[in-house]
């Protein structure tokens, strides 16, 4: 009998979905939900499926990106391979720089560079002091950039110090190495600087789409300073997609990543149209850390419109039609977190 959780399984086990349409770009999200070999197995299955790219996550302390993001270049031909995201404070730009000339090694122009400004508690209890995130960003992606364009650098910033440094490569290839840097923004003059200075913002995942309109605004106003338009600033969007025939299973499949986000990113969620009644009663259930009898409660609370509100989740056609209005709204590339079916999801959004 098949098993539709099987990554390694033949690849025809799932029928398409009954109405299709094609997707010029589309990409997945990878985390620590999978052991790594079955994630291996799906970025194959995806890049046979038509998927541009897989975005490896590297937030917790779990699992590092550039590993993953190794395996996946080795046993892939074609598919992009993309940190989503690493920060700019525990990797020093000219290992930066070299990881990403290594990565672009294996698999030559499939690599994208994911940069992010990090989170705290997480960084201040590493013993990181995250000051000046945007001067930090800014001297970091500049000297990555020119370290991988084969440029010897000597740069004295505030965060970032190199003195006649270059990627000292004596075999292999020489040439200017094109590694696109993304940046996932969240804060709004970090979203204008990555307008200014990257090739693309990884956008916010657990919004509504039209909490996009903003940040859109703000990327132009970055571009512009820069003498872009915004059409030059790719825009990739992380998408929560929770995909089953049964509706039921696909729903309640999102409704406790979605109950938690509800407790933890108030703000946000009262920006994505989330009732303030429904954000007070979550916080009168849910304490930090939450216990898993909180979340379990708080999950009843939660109806089924506010999963689809800020989640592509249901059935296919219901997912495929949210992930429409993502892209109706500023988003170049979903880029699918797979909850649940990964191979359902990943013939949802097939290209071929």
Known sequence: ?????????????????STSRSYSRVAMYLQDAHPLRDGMAYVQYAEQKGFEAVWQAESRMVRDAIVPMAAFAAVT???????????????????????????????PDRIYCGIGAWWDPLAKNVGINRTKPLKAMRECVSVVRDLLAMKRVTFHGEFVHMDGVELDIVHGRREPRHVPIYIGATGDQMVELTGEIADGIVLNYLVAPQYNEKALSLLQNGARRAGKTIDQVDRPQLIVCSVDHDRR?????????VTQYLGQQPHIMKASGVSADLLEAIGKVLTWPATEEQIQRAMELVPDDVVQLITASGTPDEARRKVDEYRANGCTCPIL????????????FANG
């Open 1 to 17: 009998m098949s098993n539709p959780n099987d990554p390694h399984q033949d690849i025809t086990s799932h029928p398409m979905p």
């Open 77 to 107: 031909n074609q598919i992009h391979v993309g940190s989503g995201v690493i920060n700019n404070w525990t990797r020093n730009a000219a290992l930066i720089a070299a990881t990403f000339l290594t990565l672009d090694d294996l698999a």
């Open 249 to 257: 299973k696909a729903l309640d499949g999102a409704r406790q990543l």
């Open 337 to 348: 977190y797979p909850l649940g079916d990964v191979r359902l999801m990943i013939d949802t």
